[in-house]
């Protein structure tokens, strides 16, 4: 069997391991060839890959990035690859193609599929969203890096007297804030799935600095934002890739506070420092997993579907669940969370 493998979207801690997964598993367990396509579909599209041996995924279980690149394509572009699945399949001798990715990847998946495209998918996303899987590689990274910047800053805050507002990835799920500001012992917690008061918060550092504790740490998803008249803020326009820009809610938000308290405020925004960097011992670790079952997968010819953790077993899925809804944080777990502030 020649495989294909490419990994698509925003980069993600655990996308080598994947690849490292596959070629063992295809090389030493099946005999298999393996060839992977640079910078994401770009790749599948231009005729951009490469051969990958035992020696090319050498020593980069514990590297973050992905040695493939990555990149986001258009919709034009996606549709291009899509009318030309089958013949694609056939040009470069590939017997399944194995796409690294979240939802947009997932999607793109779905289209070659249902095009012809012999597919096994495999689900990465920092942000925990997609709903057929209980846990995603990558996540765990992502909010290790948040924790142990909630725990530095609260240092420097309490030597400052300062509220600091702490802003993490979530376009529109909240996990990452969720479980960060939960283990980092935040004192607000502001997610996209509820919009926030900005009077509440404006109450609970008060309360606070009454009680003789001079500062707050408040940890905010990019994509959370105040309820209709808290404050001004404004929604983003939509990218080339369907995606909206958010304005920057830490940086809002701090001023915001600062003009209310009276008191020095000021925000943190985490970025892309969650994406970088080694995976942990977890994310290695299920992403291995999904690498071995992608490729037992193609071998039974179990096309259109893709990886998911279900409890402690690693299953297979439709591609269509991982694309119908996004998995995003329940009523209950943030009552849970608010029990705590």
């Known amino acids: 069997?020649?495989?294909?493998?490419?990994?698509?979207?925003?980069?993600?801690?655990?996308?080598?391991?994947?690849?490292?997964?596959?070629?063992?598993?295809?090389?030493t367990g099946?005999?298999?060839?393996?060839?992977?396509?640079e910078d994401g579909f770009k790749g599948l599209l231009d005729g951009h890959f490469r051969p990958l041996d035992?020696?090319?995924v050498s020593g980069i279980l514990a590297r973050g990035g992905t040695i493939l690149g990555s990149a986001r394509l258009e919709r034009n572009r996606l549709a291009e690859a899509a009318a030309?699945?089958?013949?694609?399949?056939r040009e470069?001798?590939?017997?399944?193609?194995?796409?690294?990715g979240g939802e947009g990847t997932l999607t793109a998946s779905r289209m070659l599929s249902d095009a012809g495209m012999p597919v096994v998918g495999v689900p990465k996303t920092i942000d925990n969203d997609i709903s057929a899987t209980d846990r995603t590689f990558g996540f765990d990274t992502a909010v290790g890096v948040a924790t142990?910047?909630?725990?530095?800053?609260?240092?420097?805050?309490?030597?400052?007297?300062?509220?600091?507002?702490?802003?993490?990835?979530?376009?529109?799920?909240?996990?990452?804030?969720?479980?960060?500001?939960?283990a980092g012992g935040a004192h607000g917690i502001c997610l996209p799935e509820?919009?926030?008061q900005v009077e509440d918060l404006v109450k609970m550092v008060e309360e606070r600095f009454s009680r003789g504790k001079k500062f707050a740490v408040i940890c905010v998803a990019e994509g959370a934002h105040p309820a209709e008249g808290s404050m001004d803020y404004r929604k983003g326009e939509i990218d080339q890739f369907g995606h909206e820009r958010f304005q920057g809610i830490g940086n809002r938000l701090a001023v915001e506070l600062e003009r209310?308290?009276?008191?020095?405020?000021?925000?943190?925004?985490?970025?892309?420092?969650?994406?970088?960097?080694?995976?942990?011992?977890?994310?290695?670790?299920?992403?291995?997993?999904?690498?071995?079952?992608?490729?037992?997968?193609?071998?039974?010819?179990?096309?259109?579907?893709?990886?998911?953790?279900?409890?402690t077993d690693v299953v297979m899925v439709p591609l269509a669940e991982a694309i119908t809804q996004l998995k995003t944080v329940p009523a209950n777990r943030m009552s849970e969370a608010e029990s705590v502030f």
């Not at 099946?30 to 396509?37: A, T």
């Not at 030309?84 to 399949?89: C, F, I, K, Q």
């Not at 805050?157 to 702490?166: D, F, I, K, T």
């Open 194 to 196: 509820r919009p926030f």
């Open 84 to 89: 030309s699945a089958p013949e694609l399949a």
């Open 92 to 100: 470069y001798g590939i017997d399944v193609l194995i796409p690294i």
């Open 148 to 182: 142990e910047a909630i725990d530095r800053l609260k240092t420097t805050a309490e030597s400052h007297q300062r509220v600091m507002v702490v802003e993490v990835m979530g376009r529109h799920a909240g996990w990452i804030a969720l479980e960060s500001g939960m």
């Open 54 to 56: 035992l020696n090319a």
């Open 1 to 27: 069997m020649r495989i294909g493998v490419l990994t698509a979207g925003g980069d993600c801690p655990g996308l080598n391991a994947v690849i490292r997964s596959v070629v063992h598993r295809a090389l």
């Open 260 to 311: 209310r308290l009276g008191k020095e405020a000021r925000p943190v925004i985490l970025g892309h420092v969650q994406r970088g960097g080694t995976p942990t011992a977890y994310d290695r670790v299920l992403a291995t997993r999904f690498g071995w079952h992608a490729v037992e997968a193609a071998h039974r010819g179990d096309f259109g579907r893709m990886t998911a953790l279900r409890g």
């Open 30 to 37: 099946h005999g298999d060839e393996v060839i992977g396509f």
